[in-house]
């Protein structure tokens, strides 16, 4: 009974002293404390940003501008770095081989994610199982993945290839044939993604308004006239951001898949330019090349990002569109 | 720049199953002493579950320094004596052919079986020849030592000479590192100098812990008496592979890449071995040309 009367005595001690302590304080008017409340939300992202990102990608543009022995010698050389990209040819090489890795990539993964969206939209018994089933590859580490997959599509005891058998395909060698490597690794890739950018379609299906196809029911409109008129335009917003995502993963985030597939061979067939960049700075002790490399690679994925915000007015839709 | 001394050496040869042979009905009298006979045993040997002859096929460091000896063979080289590159000749095309024929021929594979582990290949009848180096045989030790298995040397061209490559880890000092005397000796006393522990540190390296060549005859010796190099196959080793061992070359990346191209582009991609050939040397006259470092051996 004595800790009520304690908190009570407390709690107008407290008040007692509260007008005191807001007088010494500094008036902050409401804009003032929603500039404060607005820079302590941002200040975690932008101090990790900072540190994480921004930091890196200037040290790594100041690397380029240098020849670094990789025994601690450094010798300025200015744009060299720079002028010797556009003088190798297994760089233009590797920078084609990305472009059809990204556009086989992007619109294969949305496509399949997109469909497995609508089909694990359905209200159907053990839907959530499959759900589930789907997302399961993404929380896996990539390099188990790949590493279960270089198995799966092994030469002479791979499933795949026994699968293949049994109705009548002769065995390929996917990973070990320069025409059919980059495909593999795009589908493989494709089965790691769909279910993750697959859950965030089914969120933006499902923010769709329902009395639209109830509408759309009554005045009897077909299954492909309900996706073209309702569902594609008011999924766009999720759209940019699955296409946008999915651009940026793909020009940077294929190292690890590609180093355990396939090296970057057969015959140079899989050499992405972030594996090149790993090449040229791990293997060949190029630093400051692979600095240049990387950050040509970083005026790509910015290149891409401002066509994909260009052609979609910034992810800005409005459902007249 | 640095001050090495190399700790081991491990030198290639062909390994073969010994069960897949007799299952064949062959014997050590078979052993293929030319590259044709080579392909032509690997052909008897291949079925749809088997690999008849095992070249790497993986792109990098690892395939070049398997692919040297070959070129080797016919007379070629990366970087001639008069450090013009000499990689446009006859012997680097038939070794680049060598390996294309491997493949077209449906005898070599594209990736390598058993996720590249030789011993577990042989074992379980994934393969029936595969160039490979001598730590292969500690490892058979260690994990399967009920399988049997024999070795020969790299067969020759027509007209060719016996060569073969070693590899293997060194005790490296940096130059421009704080104290680099300190190190440098530390290098000797480790593995180089003629204090008995060191000597013993080397032939139990070579010997006990893994299965090489030791580079000391001190320690070739020490472990040739302890019995290291008595096995049929490490004696094999020593006395018939050995012999004609050439070290490893450090070829700056430029080279190195030039010539992984060739090889790649003309045994996975089916490009021409002479087109690649010319390629590679061109490119790399053109890296010798402004090249300042030292002499490339």
Same mark, same amino acid.
């Given at each position: ?5 304690? %908190? ?33 939300? +941002? ?36 744009? %060299? ?5 556009? #003088? ?19 619109? =294969? ?8 969206? +609508?089909? /694990? ?50 065995? *390929? ?13 795009? /589908? ?16 933006? +299906? ?54 355990? !597939?396939? $090296? ?27 600095? #240049? ?20 007015? =910034? ?7 | 720049?640095? &001050? ?28 293929? @002493? ?24 993986? *792109? ?29 000749? @006859?012997?680097?095309?038939?070794? +680049? ?24 290949? !042989?074992? $379980? ?12 045989? #500690? ?22 000479? &016996? ?8 005790? /490296? ?9 300190? %190190? ?15 000597? @013993? ?23 040739? #008496? ?15 592979? &050995? ?28 490009? $021409? ?8 040397? %061109? ?15």
């Amino acid at each position: 009974m004595t800790a009520p009367t304690s %908190a009570r005595t407390a709690s107008k001690t407290a008040s007692s002293e509260l007008p005191a302590t807001a007088a010494k304080s500094p008036k902050l008017n409401r804009r003032q404390r929603e500039g404060w409340a607005a820079a302590l939300f +941002l200040a975690p992202d932008v101090i990790g940003l900072t540190i994480f990102i921004g930091l890196p990608m200037v040290l790594s543009f100041v690397l380029s501008l240098f020849q670094v022995s990789g025994f601690g010698q450094y010798t300025f050389i200015g744009f %060299a770095n720079y002028q010797r990209i556009f #003088a190798d040819p297994v760089f233009y090489s590797s920078l084609r081989t990305t472009l059809i890795y990204v556009v086989c990539l992007v619109p =294969g993964g949305f496509v399949a994610s997109l469909l497995l969206a +609508l089909l /694990v939209r359905q209200k159907l018994p053990g839907v959530g199982f499959f759900r589930t089933a789907y997302f399961l590859p993404f929380s896996i580490s990539i390099v188990v993945v790949a590493l279960i997959w270089r198995f799966m599509l092994d030469d002479q005891v791979g499933v795949v290839n026994q699968v293949l058998g049994w109705v009548g395909i002769p065995p *390929q060698s996917w990973l070990g044939n320069p025409q059919l490597a980059l495909g593999t690794a795009v /589908v493989v890739t494709i089965w790691v993604q769909m279910g993750y950018y697959m859950v965030i379609l089914l969120g933006g +299906l499902q923010d769709i308004p329902t009395e639209f196809y109830e509408a759309a029911r009554i005045d009897g409109a077909s299954a492909w006239a309900n996706f073209r008129h309702i569902t594609w335009p008011l999924l766009k917003p999720t759209s940019f951001f699955v296409l946008l995502t999915s651009t940026v993963a793909a020009l940077t985030g294929a190292f690890d898949m590609i180093y355990v !597939l396939t $090296k970057g061979g057969p015959a140079n067939s899989t050499n992405v330019l972030i594996f090149y960049i790993y090449q040229q700075a791990f293997q060949y002790g190029e630093y400051g090349y692979a600095a #240049a490399i990387g950050t040509f690679l970083v005026l790509i994925m910015l290149a891409c990002s401002t066509a994909i915000f260009v052609t979609t007015r =910034g992810g800005r839709f409005s459902y007249g569109d | 720049m640095f &001050y090495a001394l190399p700790m081991e050496q491990e030198p290639l040869a062909i390994y073969y199953s010994e069960k897949v042979w007799e299952d064949a009905h062959l014997s050590e009298g078979d052993i293929p @002493k030319t590259w044709d006979a080579m392909l032509e045993l690997a052909a008897k040997l291949e079925t749809k579950d088997r690999a008849g002859l095992v070249f790497e096929p993986g *792109q990098g460091y690892f395939q070049n320094f398997t692919w040297y000896p070959w070129m080797w063979q016919g007379g070629a080289d990366a970087v001639g004596g008069d450090g013009k590159s000499a990689f446009d000749t @006859k012997g680097a095309i038939q070794a +680049l052919q060598l390996f294309q024929d491997g493949v077209v021929k449906g005898v070599s594979p594209r990736t390598n079986p058993a996720a590249g582990d030789l011993p577990a290949a !042989l074992d $379980k009848g994934q393969a029936a020849m595969w160039q490979s180096g001598i730590w292969n045989v #500690a490892d058979f030790r260690l994990r399967l030592p009920k399988t049997r298995y024999g070795i020969f040397r790299l067969p020759t061209p027509s007209g060719g000479r &016996y060569a073969t490559i070693a590899g293997g880890w060194a005790f /490296v000092a940096n130059k421009n590192g704080r104290n680099p005397e300190a %190190a440098a000796k530390f290098c000797v006393e480790a593995v180089g100098s003629m204090d008995p522990a060191s000597v @013993k540190r080397v032939a139990d390296w070579c010997t006990v812990a893994k299965s090489d060549i030791s580079p000391r005859k001190s320690a070739l010796d020490l472990g040739t #008496a302890r019995g290291g190099y008595s096995t049929p196959i490490m004696k094999q080793f020593k006395d018939d592979i &050995y012999p004609g061992t050439r070290g490893e070359p450090r070829y700056p990346p430029v080279i190195y890449k030039a010539i992984s191209d060739a090889i790649q582009n003309t045994m996975l991609a089916g490009h $021409k071995a002479a087109d690649e050939a010319e390629i590679a040397g %061109a490119s790399i006259d053109a890296y010798l040309k402004s090249y300042e470092g030292a002499k490339i051996l």
